[in-house]
């Protein structure tokens, strides 16, 4: 072997593989150690730029769906995506000076339990971070499989959906009828387009506002009901009166006002619509939402559309509401029918004492 270097260069390549060849031969464990080495580091090589791909893969999945989400709520999904991979358990946290939320999760290997695994994480601190101390523990799990369910199948991540179904939802439901329910609920609102901008848009609002309380059970309890109107609501028939006027709590004080169609709505127009809304005031309703359903056919306005628009121009006129969001969207109603719908978000005006007085003098015909 002392003429090795000699022989490669005389001789080139060929002489090289015969000293390799040579060299494997006569040390087989140092032969063996240094291709365990070898591997090793290939292996750690091909690892890390397959975390870093997966890494910059989710995290592009998971931040367009939030800034998506935020569009239409705003506040809902407030923060970014860091995923990392770790040995441990799987766990987020978040990072408040760079408003972004790191998810550590373990590498199950395979994508679609990867992107599962961390947008469960992420959810648990970046979905209505305002509310989630002050909710039940069932309601947060199925405000995340819902969320969750709506990234995979917005991107259409089928493989990543069966797995959830299958393998995630289970254990998470197991010995969790309330779980169940609230997910069900959520699916409900969801398709009829109340999930996102009802239900997480109070919910954010409802945190805001007691955010510096301590939470206790009734917080809950209030989110819970006030989930179970929505969801009263958006599973009546469309000639069924709403089952109660509205959610009246201690902090979310929210009613849906149905424009309806017929001889009524053409004979009285605004008005029935208009003192309905002095009346939510008086009772001591602090916002409501203009709701009408359209026709099936997209992009068409009817006039109970039309007449939404209308009353919420003359609440705003006459100092009785602010008009907050204009929401139109299609979505699918107790019947399996999908329709134009228009949702106007209203704040309620409330009377001061000289109004009040004058409302007693001179009372609405």
């Known amino acids: 072997m002392t003429d090795a270097p000699q022989s490669v260069l005389t001789f080139g390549p ?5 000293v390799v060849i040579a060299f494997v031969f006569t040390n087989p464990e140092r032969t063996e150690r240094l291709a365990g080495w070898g591997l090793g580091f290939l292996s750690w090589l091909s690892k890390g ?4 791909s997966i890494k910059a893969t989710i995290q592009g999945q998971i931040n367009t769906f939030a800034r998506s989400m935020d569009t239409e709520v705003g506040g809902c999904i407030p923060y970014n995506v860091r995923l990392d991979f770790v040995t441990e358990v799987d766990r987020a946290e978040l990072q408040p000076n760079e408003e972004t939320v790191i998810v550590r999760i373990r590498d199950r290997l395979h994508d679609d339990r990867n992107i599962v695994h961390a947008m469960l994480a992420f959810c648990t601190v970046g979905v209505i971070p305002q ?3 002050f909710l039940q523990e069932v309601m947060n799990s199925a405000i995340d499989l819902t969320i969750t369910r709506k990234l ?3 991107q259409k991540h089928y493989g990543a959906l069966h797995y959830l179904y299958n393998e995630v939802v289970p254990g998470c439901l197991q010995g969790k009828p309330d779980l169940d329910r609230f997910c069900r609920i959520f699916d409900t609102l969801d398709e009829d387009g109340l999930f996102t901008r009802v239900v997480l848009a109070e919910m954010r609002d409802f945190g805001a506002r007691i955010e510096t309380r301590y939470p206790e059970e009734s917080h809950g309890v209030e989110a819970a009901q ?3 109107y929505v969801h009263d609501v958006a599973t009546r028939e469309a000639h069924e009166d709403s089952p109660s006027v509205g959610h009246l709590g201690r902090y979310i004080r929210t009613a849906f006002v149905f424009i309806g169609s017929g001889t009524r709505m053409a004979a009285e127009g605004e008005a029935p619509y208009m003192n309905h809304l002095r009346w939510l005031r008086d009772l001591g309703y602090e916002k409501a939402y203009l709701a009408a359903r359209g026709s099936a056919h997209r992009g068409e306005i009817t006039a109970s559309m039309e007449m939404a628009q209308l009353v919420a121009e003359h609440a705003q006129r006459s100092s009785l509401a602010e008009r907050g969001r204009t929401m139109r969207y299609s979505a699918t109603d107790p019947q399996g029918t999908s329709r134009e719908h228009i949702l106007i978000e209203l704040t309620i005006i ?4 000289s109004d009040s007085t004058q409302a007693a003098l001179f009372p609405n015909p």
Do not use: K, Y
């Open 350 to 353: 409330r009377l001061t004492r």
């Open 131 to 133: 509310a989630r101390c």
């Open 226 to 228: 006030f989930v179970d």
């Open 152 to 154: 995979l199948n917005s």
């Open 49 to 52: 730029f397959r975390h870093r």
């Open 14 to 18: 060929w002489a090289l593989l015969v």
